[in-house]
T-cell receptor, first 113, second 112 residues
């Protein structure tokens, strides 16, 4: 079982819709969770971080964490063509792994006009 | 506000050649990391440096060496390049791992 799993997609949504991206992780001691956006040929850019169970909202983005289910998700409201990118889920286990992130393979999102 | 600077951006090597990828950050971060990104494999950790003076292996360290020259700089060396090392290499830094990383722009390396 991979430590961090994402559906590779591609996920295609129409402009203005809600895009829902999902990620599961295997290690229950994981403490910090991140979503990165990566445009083609570019480096990953941090868009959201979440540390506690529940929802965290930042503009059109909402991160959701459920540690009991070992599940983290990213919702993008009012999706725009400029949101088309690969979204990477990353997990920090903390403890002796402090600082090291394990990444999922990424989900390709396409927002079509 | 340069952030994390990587050089070079592109490189083509012949099998067996050596090279060093350079990385420098100006954010006064303690920790620095080297990842490689391959299609279908995601980002995989090669080496990291939790703080100045320390380095540790990551998930895929074979064929690589690193040097944490000072707090700002963290270099990755390929002693004898192999085609399997063809990849995009990213350097990243963080103040505390809890806060996530800032990535450099990447080095696209091709070994022929």
């Amino acid at each position: 079982q991979k430590e961090v799993e994402q559906n590779s997609g591609p996920l295609s949504v129409p402009e203005g819709a809600i895009a829902s991206l999902n990620c599961t992780y295997s290690d229950r001691v994981s403490q910090s969770f991140f979503w990165y956006r990566q445009y083609s040929g570019k480096s990953p850019e941090l868009i959201m971080s979440i540390y506690s169970n529940g929802d965290k909202e930042d503009g059109r983005f909402t991160a959701q964490l459920n540690k009991a289910s070992q599940y983290v998700s990213l919702l993008i409201r009012d999706s725009q063509p400029s949101d088309s990118a690969t979204y990477l889920c990353a997990v920090n286990k903390g403890g002796t792994s402090y600082g090291k992130l394990t990444f999922g393979q990424g989900t390709i999102l396409t927002v079509h006009p | 506000n340069a952030g994390v600077t990587q050089t070079p951006k592109f490189q083509v090597l012949k099998t067996g050649q050596s090279m060093t990828l350079q990385c420098a950050q100006d954010m006064n971060h303690n920790s620095m990391y080297w990842y490689r990104q391959d299609p279908g494999m995601g980002l995989r950790l090669i080496y990291y440096s939790a703080s100045e003076g320390t380095t540790d292996k990551g998930e895929v360290p074979n064929g690589y060496n690193v040097s944490r020259l000072n707090k700002r700089e963290f270099s990755l060396r390929l002693e004898s390049a192999a085609p399997s090392q063809t990849s995009v290499y990213f350097c990243a830094s963080s103040d505390r791992g809890r806060d996530g990383y800032t990535f450099g722009s990447g080095t696209r390396l091709t070994v022929v």
